[in-house]
Each structure stands twice: as C-alpha cells, then as structure tokens.
C-alpha cells in the first residue's frame, strides 16, 4: 500500500514518515514523503498512492488546493490533513477523510490510519489468476462478462480472465457502485456513459446489453448509485 506524507516544515516531515512506519508493523506500507503539494502532485499522476497525509497550511498550493483538484479529476487518494487550525474543516468537507491536529500524537494518527487502510482495502478486488492474487482497484473496473466458463475482468489498462462465478463475484464487490444488467454481465456504474432500453454504454466504448428480466432491478441500482 503506498503512503504520501507531504509537510513542507522538515522536522515535522521525518517525524510523521517515523509514525507512518511506527504504526506499520507488518511493513506492508510504501512510505512517501514530499515537501510540497506540487511534488505531491507529480508523483500521484505518475504513481497513485492509497493514502495521504498533507499538511494544510503550506506554501501555495497548500494540501487543500491538491486535494481538491485531485477529488475533482475523480483519483484522489484516501485523504487525511493534518492542521494546526481547524479553519479548513468545513471547506473539506467531501474531501479529507479524517483530520488530525499537530503536533501529531501516535494513538491518534493510528486509528485514522488503520480507518484508512480498512477504506483502501474496500475499494480494491482481489481474485486469483495463473497462481497469484491480484488486487485491481475498484475505479479501474469497467466490467465483467462470462464466457465459455471464464470471467473476463475489463479494466482501464488491460482484461484479466479468471475462473469464477458472477454470482461469487457480486458478493465481493460493493452493491451500491456494481450492478448486473444481464445474467452474463457486472458493471461499474461510476462508468456509464448512456442508458437505453436495451443496452447500457460504458465511458470505454463498451456496450453492454440490459435484459428484460434484468431491466426493473438494475435501473432501480443504478438510481440508488446517482442518489447517493
């Protein structure tokens, strides 16, 4: 799992990198640090990372302006801003998943990250191929179809075919992003582009069909999905 941690203030960026690794006893975490927002910034467009913990108040562009840019392009990382004000609170709102105040106190820096890693985790899907586990974040996923036995994972950069169920693959995935407009397919709805009353065409070009039986129970998902 990979981890920014971005502080412009030297001291408190080695102190808060020693916490991230204090807490990650089965080191599992890929620790990070940046001194400014920007190289933040460039990083997570070349490389996403899971987590992120940023100061607010650096130089422009602070952790708020990234955050929210990086929200707004839809690949924001898990968000955790560290403050020494809480002026910032409302204005985050939809954007930092937890805020901590410095100087940074270790009890309280672990429950957020272990909030963190439990939310990372539940956007990931994980199923085994050619002797491997293989995570695949759920914002990668456009959609799954059954053929011949198999079930091909189409993602934003490649397919993966795997043996499983639809069936045993709903019961991994969140029902409220995920629904089954026809017994051989899954989709993801942050990707739909266009709904008819017979098929549904995904932001990849992709298009899938909508059965009959299926239509009442999926357009009744997909109204949840945009209400929520």
Do not use: W
Request: hydrophobic share 40%; charged share 25%.
């Amino acid at each position: 799992m990979r981890v920014a941690v971005c502080d412009d203030e030297e001291k408190d960026l080695l102190a808060l990198s020693e916490a991230v690794r204090i807490f990650d006893t089965g080191s599992s975490m890929e620790v990070c640090p940046f001194s400014s927002a920007t190289a933040f910034f460039s990083e997570e467009k070349r490389e996403h990372f899971d987590i992120a913990i940023m100061d607010i108040e650096m130089d422009p562009p602070n952790g708020y302006d990234i955050a929210k840019k990086l929200v707004e392009a839809g690949s924001a990382p898990i968000i955790i801003f560290l403050t020494k004000s809480m002026e910032y609170t409302l204005r985050g709102y939809g954007i930092a998943f937890r805020y901590l105040t410095k100087p940074i106190e270790q009890s309280k820096l672990n429950r957020a990250l272990s909030a963190a890693v439990n939310e990372a985790s539940a956007k990931r899907f994980v199923f085994f191929m050619d002797g491997a586990s293989h995570i695949v974040p759920l914002d990668d996923i456009y959609y799954f179809e059954v053929f011949n036995h198999y079930t091909i994972l189409h993602t934003i950069d490649r397919a993966y075919t795997f043996r499983a169920t639809l069936k045993e693959i709903l019961l991994e995935l969140p029902p409220v992003y995920f629904g089954s407009p026809h017994q051989s397919y899954i989709i993801n709805f942050a990707h739909v582009k266009t709904v008819m009353p017979k098929e549904v065409r995904l932001t990849n070009g992709a298009v899938i069909p909508i059965s009959r039986r299926k239509q009442q129970d999926f357009e009744s998902q997909l109204r949840m999905f945009l209400r929520r």
